[in-house]
């Protein structure tokens, strides 16, 4: 209450309150359908059992839902991350897709090798690999 005093005597004297900074608002990309962009990222979750969990997931870009995940004690290899496709695919039944799939990572080590065969190997739909 007292704020509404202070700011009408601070006007009265003339000062004037400094402006804030705006950000200029960052433009990304968004999917104009589901299922069209799907990123996969790897997290590593500090427990106190297990020490360190690797956490990868897979996320939908135009839902911006996580539709699969999965941990590992281990190091997240490109097998791991090919078979958390696997899953992922077969459980949204993405391989009768018709319309193609892009996959976005970065590029890290686990995105290659088993992960790049097993995209080339599928037989359906059209799968892009983007780093």
Sequence with gaps: MWQIYINKYASALGYIK???F????????????????????ITI??????????????KDNYS???LHYSSTHGK????????????????YI????????????DGG??????LLSWVQNIQAPPVWLVK
């Design 18 to 20: 400094a402006k804030r």
């Design 22 to 41: 705006k950000y200029p608002s960052q433009k990304g990309f968004r999917a104009s359908r589901i299922f069209e962009w799907l990123h996969v990222n």
């Design 45 to 58: 979750v500090n427990t106190l059992e297990d020490g360190v969990q690797k956490v990868a997931f897979v």
């Design 64 to 66: 911006k839902g996580i």
């Design 76 to 91: 997240a290899e490109s097998e791991f991350i090919a078979n958390l496709f696997a899953e992922t695919f077969t459980k």
């Design 94 to 105: 993405l391989l009768n897709a018709i319309k193609p799939i892009n996959i976005l990572s």
């Design 109 to 114: 080590g686990e995105n290659k090798g088993e």
